[in-house]
């Protein structure tokens, strides 16, 4: 509950510290969920990931930017062997339980072009979640 207390000290306008917001801020991290799935794709795709329509009304998850971007070179890369994860973010009050099998979101296989005289980045993959492009 650090975070309903940090509004409430600052509705209040009472003086917060350090430790409040650092407490605060944990329980806002976004989780990263396992599907257990790997996807193979061409070169020229990528797999947009989107939330599930009911997840915000129903279970009050959300993906924090939007949609997620898998570039088709995230598989089977050394750090995590590929498997897609869910970023997610809880923003309800209780912590949700996602059980084996529970549908959270779904994938969509997308092609991409280059603009004309354009290289494809080859830039080499050196993890997970926010590597593409280091």
Known sequence: MNF?????????????TSEDYVGAQKELKPFLVPTGI????????F??????SSNPLKRSLILPNGVGIVD??????????????FQLLNFGVKDIVIKKGERIGQGIFMPF??????????AERAGGFGS???
């Open 4 to 16: 309903a207390k940090i509004l409430w000290n600052q509705f209040h306008q009472k003086k917060l």
């Open 113 to 122: 072009l280059l603009a004309e005289d354009e290289n494809k980045p080859s």
């Open 72 to 85: 088709a070179d995230y598989y089977n890369n050394d750090s995590n062997e590929g498997e897609i994860y």
């Open 38 to 45: 790997k996807a193979y794709m061409q070169p020229n795709e």
């Open 47 to 52: 797999l947009l990931l989107a939330n599930r």
């Open 132 to 134: 593409s492009g280091k």
